[in-house]
């Protein structure tokens, strides 16, 4: 209030710019500066969005230091990347391959096996607002042009699919889901993945073929339970390679630094 | 066996998974009744994508990787 009556004494008004002064809702995503400020730090720093939002102001406040921007709420960040579409899962991608090192570690080992050969299997969960983004009302004959979450009760969906190169989607599953999948849903949708096998054979992490292997990337901690159990029983009929990796959540990597 | 950090961008079931969910968006889009079946959409969405589309989210991943190993290549 202080901010806002010194700025009225000054302005004799309490708009940054009166002519926005109808825009309340929107006025946040329509002020540029903020916006360039929030757009640049995502790109530079995904790292400070995934952290405390004391945090991500005090990065803020480094990175414009001219500007006012200590004072912005979690809502409207969160509301104003909703808007440029940067959802929480497009931020840990970027954060994830921030390094150019560790793409590059990933590259060496995806070249060492064919591509004809590689099964990438992973999931997608249709509660986001990434997947049903056009929603609101709009005028007759006029195009809608609002991007907001669809509050409309939808379940919760996770959609897994295992891909190759030479025949498209090898196997998909959808499920629905309370808070998160269980290694019980993965286990399921590796034993109906087994049913490929004449294509492609499944096996244990160790018994390693160059020409026949199955690669199932994933960070969740779930799957790999999952797939480690159902590989192991695996192991002894077939041959090929299993990749997983313990989920590390960007948050606990970035308290250890 | 140490494996390296995830790399999403690195992976053709992303792409994959962004063409699907296109395809959920224009479902959904078009016809609203959608929301209230969502495994006939899921079903609708993925018997959507065909081989060719995979196949060229496998190219894309080939040619990044290989974008990325060519400054490590000898001379």
């Not at chain 1, 929107?26 to 929030?38: E, K, N, Q, S």
């Not at chain 1, 998909?172 to 269980?182: D, E, L, N, Y």
Request: aromatic share 8%; glycine share 4%; charged share 20%.
């Amino acid at each position: 209030m202080r901010r806002w009556l010194r700025h009225f004494e000054v302005n004799g008004t309490v708009w940054r710019d009166p002519r926005r002064r109808n825009l309340h809702g929107d006025a946040a995503i329509r002020d540029p500066h903020l916006t360039r400020a929030v757009l640049t730090l995502v790109e530079t720093e995904p790292v400070a969005f995934l952290r405390d939002h004391v945090d991500l102001l005090v990065a803020l406040s480094f990175d414009d230091p001219e500007s006012d921007h200590r004072y912005v709420s979690a809502a409207t960040v969160y509301h104003m990347l909703r808007f440029h579409q940067y959802t929480r899962k497009k931020i840990e991608r970027l954060y994830a391959e921030s390094s150019l090192s560790a793409q590059r570690a990933f590259a060496v080992l995806f070249n060492e096996i064919p591509l004809r050969c590689i099964v990438s299997v992973d999931e997608a969960h249709t509660g986001g607002s990434d997947m049903y983004q056009r929603y609101g009302r709009s005028l007759r004959n006029v195009a809608c042009i609002l991007r907001d979450r669809d509050t409309r009760p939808i379940p919760r969906t996770s959609t897994m699919m295992a891909v190759t190169l030479t025949h498209g989607v090898l196997w998909s599953q959808t499920v629905i889901v309370g808070s998160a999948q269980t290694a019980d849903d993965w286990r399921l949708f590796l034993q109906c993945l087994h049913v490929q096998r004449n294509t492609y054979i499944l096996a244990y992490r160790g018994r390693c073929s160059r020409t026949r292997a199955l690669s199932s990337m994933t960070t969740q901690a779930s799957m790999t339970s999952g797939a480690t159990s159902i590989c192991r029983q695996m192991a002894s009929t077939s041959c090929g390679y299993l990749l997983t990796r313990r989920n590390c959540s960007p948050l606990r990597a970035s308290s250890r630094t | 066996m140490r494996l390296p950090p995830y790399s999403p961008k690195l992976q053709p079931i992303e792409g994959v998974f962004s063409d699907l969910k296109k395809h959920v968006r224009s479902l959904v889009y078009e016809d609203g009744r959608y929301l209230n079946k969502t495994f006939h959409l899921m079903a609708a969405a993925v018997g959507m994508l065909t081989a060719e589309q995979v196949a060229g989210h496998f190219s894309r991943v080939s040619l990044q990787v290989a974008e990325l190993l060519a400054p490590m290549a000898p001379a």
